[in-house]
């Protein structure tokens, strides 16, 4: 796998020169600077990527040993999501910015079709018993949000008598206080997240999807398809779709890209890599019925990003972010899987038989925890958890298993 890091930009706490001595090569960012649905020029890809992979400041003209392998993400701009007419003209945006990248040379793009919120936690610092903090998603406290913050009409309908007393009794233990700061954590937006909302903005959008069902959403899924996938073929750029996380449908908004059908579904709208997957282990490992080696497995040829990262269920729904070879990822065989992959697209010449992989969220941990960080992008937890990962990569590479 080609080990890559996710950046921030030139704000990020974690600088390319930690990220070199964690031993990443490649660089997964954003021009999050652009407004959502505007055009990436090829000049300010440019830029970054020049900003990224040679060190001007002190050693002019010296690579620094980094390639900006993947933009994760280009957002998918709301109109185009709801199948509004003014879509056209933010496809037509979205077409040139993946010229562009493709212009650029790079070679992968990411994007996730969740409607409204982007990635979805109640708590950035649940306390873990060895004193690190991890990123989690409470049902109680989620519920607490739609039911008692939010106050969605329709929310009382879609949960049990059993889940609302619950919820209540979560809400009525909150200080204001803490009452805020959940809010915040859903629709404040997390980072590489969509734009943050207010209460009221947040109501206006959820609106917008009262007549949207899962087909209609679906629909418009494939009409971006079918517009994109052409210009990205024409590009060499492959993109790369991601799971909704969590995936369930929250706020009763439409979720089509949570299960290894809704994957198949996808492909099959234009069969080419460059139509392909991002695979995040701990987004889709949220529901037990996903199969993540076989998904890797039987989607394999598709995937052209792997987001490896592990969570914790519980049974009300709930789930935390677990380390990354512990929780109810199978990663020993997710891992075996994505070699037995590679080694299909050595012996087919394909050039991309090095999938490009990030470690992703980690916990907080040592020194980071007396820092600002990003929730779950704080250096050291991620250090560990690559570290974990290149190792596990080594050990069954050595043990053979992938030739049998
Ligand atoms: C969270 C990430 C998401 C992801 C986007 C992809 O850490 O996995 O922000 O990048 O949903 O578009």
Redesign the pocket.
């Given at each position: 796998m080609e080990q890559t890091w996710?950046w921030y930009g030139p704000s990020d706490p974690v600088t390319l020169a930690d990220i070199r001595q964690a031993g990443a090569t490649g660089i997964v960012t954003a021009l999050h600077e652009v407004p959502i649905g505007e055009v990436w020029t090829e000049e300010a890809i440019l830029e970054r990527k020049r900003h990224i992979e040679w060190d001007d400041t002190t050693h002019p003209g010296k690579p620094r040993g980094l390639k900006w392998s993947v933009i994760?993400?280009i957002?998918v701009h709301e109109d185009i999501k709801q199948g509004k007419p003014s879509r056209t003209k933010w496809i037509e945006n979205y077409k040139q910015s993946i010229r562009n990248a493709g212009k650029a040379g790079i070679p992968v793009v990411?994007?996730?079709w969740?409607p409204v919120v982007?990635?979805t936690r109640t708590n950035l610092e649940m306390k873990l018993e060895d004193g690190a903090r991890a990123l989690q998603f409470s049902m109680n406290e989620y519920m607490a949000f739609d039911l008692f913050i939010l106050q969605r009409t329709n929310a009382v309908q879609e949960y049990t008598e059993a889940q609302i007393s619950a919820a209540k009794k979560t809400f009525e233990s909150m200080s204001s206080e803490q009452q805020y700061v959940l809010q915040n954590n859903i629709i404040a937006g997390?980072?590489?997240?969509q734009q943050g909302y207010s209460l009221d903005d947040f109501r206006r959008r959820l609106d917008e999807y009262s007549e949207i069902t899962p087909e209609v959403y679906r629909e418009n899924l494939v009409y971006f398809l079918k517009q994109i996938v052409p210009v990205a073929i024409e590009s060499g750029v492959r993109l790369a779709i991601?799971p909704d996380?969590p995936p369930i449908s929250l706020f009763g908004l439409p979720r089509v890209v949570s299960t290894e059908s809704d994957l198949q579904y996808i492909v099959s709208v234009a069969d080419s890599i460059y139509n392909g997957l991002?695979i995040?282990t701990g987004?889709l490992g949220v529901r037990p019925d996903n199969d993540l080696p076989g998904i890797v497995e039987r989607l394999g040829e598709k995937i052209n990003f792997l987001?490896l990262r592990s969570t914790q269920r519980s049974l009300d729904g709930s789930f935390h972010e677990a380390s990354h070879l512990r929780g109810d990822v199978d990663m020993y065989n997710v891992m075996v899987a994505v070699l037995k992959e590679q080694k299909k697209r050595h012996a087919a010449h394909r050039q991309d038989e090095q999938i490009p992989m990030r470690a992703?969220?980690g916990h907080t941990i040592l020194d980071d925890l007396k820092k600002k960080t990003n929730p779950?992008?704080s250096a050291i937890g991620l250090l560990r958890g690559m570290a974990e990962l290149r190792g596990l990569e080594l050990g069954i590479e050595k043990s053979g298993v992938v030739y049998n």
């Open positions: 996710r994760e993400s957002p990411t994007y996730n969740m982007d990635w997390l980072p590489g997240g991601h996380d991002c995040c987004s987001h992703d969220h779950g992008y």
